[in-house]
C-alpha cells in the first residue's frame, strides 16, 4: 500500500520525530507512516467504523494520542498497539474535535454536535467531568485550550466563537505520566 495523502482526512506528526505522521481516513483507519517510506504504512490502527476527524497527541506523554471519529466515539490509543485501549462515548452525536488540555496529563476536552465534554481520567473513564449543552439549532465544531489563559475556546456551526473560563481543573497532576500509564495499564488488562 502507498501512504497518499490525498486519502486521508488529516496528518499529525508524531511528537518524538517529525519523520513520521500519523494520517485518518474515511474508512476509520488511522496509519502511522513515514516520511522517508512512501511506499506502505508502517501500522495501522483500527478502531473507529466511521471517518476520522481529529488526532491528537497527549503532550505529556508523547506515545499516548486520541481519535475521535463520525462513529460517535473518541478512542484513547497507544502507539505501540494497534488496539484500541480505552473507547469514550457518552452521547449518540458526531465528535468534531478533541484536544488535550496544556495543563495535565489526564485532561481532554471534546466537541460533538450537541455538547462540549470535558474529561479527567484521573476521575472517571466512563463519563465526562464536565458537560455544556450547545444552543437548539447550533453544532459544535472545534475546540482549543487557550494558551496563556485557563479558557476554552470552542466554535461552532454558526461561525461564532464562545469562550468558557475553567476553574478547579487540577494542573498538578500535569507531570504524573505514571499515573497516565497505570489507567493504560489497568485498561490492558481488563
Known sequence: MICRIIQSRLLLPLLQDTNFYLAGTEEGLIHKCSCSNNEQFLET?????????????????????????????????????????????????????????????FIFVAVNESRIEIWDLSISTLDPLITRSASPQVKFTSVLFAKNTDCLLVGDSKGQVSVFELQNLDASKSNKVDALQDIIGSALAT
Open 45 to 105: 490502527y483500527r478502531g473507529h467504523k466511521g471517518p476520522v476527524y481529529k488526532i491528537a497527541w497527549n503532550p505529556f506523554s508523547t506515545d499516548v494520542f486520541l481519535s475521535c471519529s463520525t462513529d460517535w466515539s473518541i478512542i484513547l490509543w497507544h502507539q505501540d498497539s494497534q488496539k484500541p485501549i480505552l473507547t469514550f462515548s457518552s452521547t449518540a452525536a458526531i465528535v468534531h474535535d478533541i484536544m488535550w488540555s496544556p495543563k495535565s496529563v
